[in-house]
């Protein structure tokens, strides 16, 4: 679960409810017509502006917000560099025995392309566009969000010229102008909540999220060519790791530490054994 959009939109809300409640009363701010005009006129202007197939994709993407994981590049440099270790070994063909333990479809297809030795440029050349393709998929999603923080305030206001002209309609009764302006206000309201704590963050963590998941994918494609090129894997390990933050570095560094450790300790174990099964 991605906890930072979670507690965002329930902070945000606790704060517009506080806010309100501080010096006021929540059912002023509530008007069913209003939510209408509101959500159901921007949804719909939404609707004009893109295809049917991506609009049905709303509840998905928001979804994916939401469920997000974290990325961990270090933990894709980890299986690179060991990949890389087996590829010096046992060759590049060995490789092939590796994709059944791997969950990354992108990595998968890159080192398939090197098990049947296309030339590095062809690689490139073939996940670039892959990339791209990937690219243009999440801005989809971004778009939607962008046009629907758009067009909500702008229903808002529709929603407050259809108040004004109904509150002009009742000048005759001066008691009736303070609750029919207060209603007109509402939609206003309403846009701008819907477009500022919601789409538009919405929006900026999916454009995140793409450049994140683009970074390791780039990660990816220079660790499958180092090790087509057959380069150590020590300076493959160094190549990726300007991939990471400080933090991930340290992370991975610790990690890989452990795991340096492990296997010590593992061939000490098969030492001793070899020397317990001589005597």
């Given at each position: 679960?991605?906890l930072?959009?979670?507690i965002?939109l329930?902070?945000?809300v606790?704060?517009?409810?506080?806010?309100?409640?501080?010096?006021?009363?929540?059912?002023?701010?509530w008007?069913?017509?209003s939510?209408?005009?509101?959500?159901?006129?921007?949804l719909?202007?939404?609707?004009?502006s893109?295809k049917?197939t991506?609009?049905?994709?709303?509840?998905?993407v928001t979804?994916?917000v939401?469920?997000?994981?974290?990325?961990?590049?270090?933990d894709t440099i980890?299986m690179?560099?060991?990949?890389s270790?087996?590829?010096?070994?046992?060759?590049?063909?060995?490789l092939?025995?590796?994709?059944?333990?791997?969950?990354?479809?992108?990595?998968?297809?890159?080192?398939?392309?090197?098990v049947?030795?296309?030339?590095?440029e062809v690689i490139?050349?073939?996940?670039?566009?892959e990339?791209?393709?990937?690219?243009?998929r999440?801005?989809k999603g971004?778009?939607?969000?962008?046009?629907?923080?758009?067009?909500?305030?702008a229903?808002?206001m529709?929603g407050?010229?259809?108040?004004?002209?109904?509150?002009?309609?009742?000048l005759d009764d001066p008691?009736?102008?303070?609750?029919?302006m207060?209603?007109?206000?509402?939609?206003?309201?309403y846009g701008?909540?819907?477009a500022?704590?919601?789409c538009?963050?919405?929006?900026?963590?999916l454009?995140?999220k793409s450049k994140?998941?683009i970074?390791e994918k780039?990660?990816?494609?220079?660790?499958?060519?180092?090790?087509?090129?057959?380069?150590?894997?020590?300076?493959?390990?160094?190549?990726l790791?300007?991939?990471?933050?400080?933090?991930?570095?340290?992370?991975y560094?610790k990690?890989?530490?452990?795991?340096?450790?492990?296997?010590r300790?593992?061939?000490?174990?098969?030492?001793?054994k070899?020397?317990?099964?001589?005597?």
């Open positions: 679960m991605d930072a959009t979670i965002g329930i902070l945000g606790i704060c517009v409810i506080w806010s309100i409640m501080l010096d006021g009363s929540l059912l002023s701010f008007d069913f017509a939510v209408i005009i509101t959500l159901g006129g921007g719909c202007a939404t609707l004009v893109c049917i991506e609009f049905a994709k709303i509840m998905k979804v994916k939401l469920r997000g994981k974290e990325p961990r590049p270090q980890r690179l560099v060991e990949l270790l087996k590829a010096r070994r046992e060759g590049l063909l060995s092939e025995s590796e994709q059944e333990n791997i969950d990354n479809d992108f990595l998968k297809q890159s080192l398939q392309l090197v049947d030795g296309v030339e590095p490139v050349d073939t996940m670039d566009l990339l791209e393709n990937m690219k243009a999440h801005d971004v778009s939607l969000f962008k046009t629907m923080a758009a067009q909500f305030p229903w808002g529709i407050t010229l259809i108040g004004l002209i109904k509150l002009l309609e009742s008691s009736k102008i303070g609750s029919a207060a209603v007109a206000l509402v939609t206003t309201f701008s909540i819907l500022n704590l919601i538009n963050p919405i929006a900026t963590k454009a995140e994140e998941e970074q780039k990660m990816i494609i220079e660790g499958v060519l180092s090790i087509q090129a057959g380069e150590n894997p020590r300076i493959l390990e160094h190549k790791k300007t991939f990471l933050s400080p933090k991930q570095k340290l992370e560094d990690m890989a530490n452990q795991a340096a450790e492990e296997r300790s593992e061939r000490g174990e098969r030492s001793e070899g020397r317990e099964a001589a005597v």
